[in-house]
């Protein structure tokens, strides 16, 4: 298995807060993505890191920001959680920026009440 | 346009009997790759299979292949012998190279139940 963490695994918070997600991997991959999953829609993009400290938004970005300072983490930050953004946050690694697979991580489960 | 396309929201199959779930796509780049991952109810998104848009053979793991018909923009998942284990959503993903960092582009998703 690839070595993927996030942390944390669930969380619940109010309307407004901020919140920090933290995907974390020992592959030394350079590609490092944030998905999330909702009903209806899948997965969807919301940022990516094509390199320490080089990113880029994704399809649902709004709302969201990401750090990477280094090619084990990368953060993604809701700046002032609202109900829309209560969802299971993915992120995802891969080696290369050909077509090759990603693996992923095990899931945060945002709840924002 | 939906890129990747899921037709079968559910299915059923027995126990030890072969299904098909269906995958069309749609892309204009001659590079990509197809993606079929299994979504347990433990929430995990587990990589099953890749086919490469250049490969000339179906790709094959174990019980899973992937029948690519390239023409029809087709890439079915084909499960033999169906265990109790594979009830899960089964999600079909491409890649396109110059698409947001190569990212994943998912369908809706397949539930499949087995049933013993």
């Known amino acids: 298995d690839a070595g993927i963490t996030q942390s944390p695994r669930h969380k619940v918070t109010e309307t407004g807060t901020p919140v920090t997600l933290r995907c974390h991997q020992t592959?030394?991959?350079?590609?490092m993505y944030w998905y999330r999953q909702d009903p209806g829609h899948g997965l969807r993009l919301i940022h990516y890191?094509?390199?320490?400290?080089?990113?880029d938004k994704g399809e649902v970005s709004d709302g969201y920001s990401v750090s990477r300072s280094k090619t084990e983490d990368f953060l993604l930050t809701l700046e002032s959680a609202t109900s829309s953004q209560t969802s299971v946050y993915f992120c995802?690694?891969?080696?290369?920026?050909?077509?090759?697979?990603?693996?992923f991580g095990p899931g945060t489960r945002l709840t924002v009440t | 346009a939906q890129k990747i396309t899921q037709t079968q929201p559910g299915m059923f199959v027995q126990e030890k009997e072969a299904v098909t779930l269906d995958c069309t796509y749609d892309?204009?780049?001659?590079?990509?790759?197809l993606f079929w991952y299994k979504q347990p109810s433990s929430g995990e998104m587990i990589f099953l299979i890749y086919?490469?848009?250049?490969?000339?053979q179906n790709a094959t793991e174990g019980r899973y292949s992937l029948n690519f018909q390239k023409a029809r923009k087709s890439a079915n998942l084909v499960i033999s012998a169906s265990q109790l284990g594979d009830s899960a959503m089964y999600f079909c993903?491409?890649?396109?190279?110059?698409?947001?960092?190569?990212?994943?582009?998912f369908g809706g998703g397949t539930r499949l139940m087995v049933k013993p």
């Open positions: 892309t204009s780049d001659p590079s990509y790759g």
């Open positions: 086919q490469g848009s250049y490969d000339q």
């Open positions: 995802a690694i891969s080696e290369s920026g050909g077509p090759y697979e990603q693996y």
């Open positions: 592959e030394n991959h350079r590609y």
């Open positions: 890191s094509y390199g320490v400290k080089d990113t």
């Open positions: 993903a491409m890649r396109e190279p110059k698409v947001m960092g190569n990212m994943l582009t």
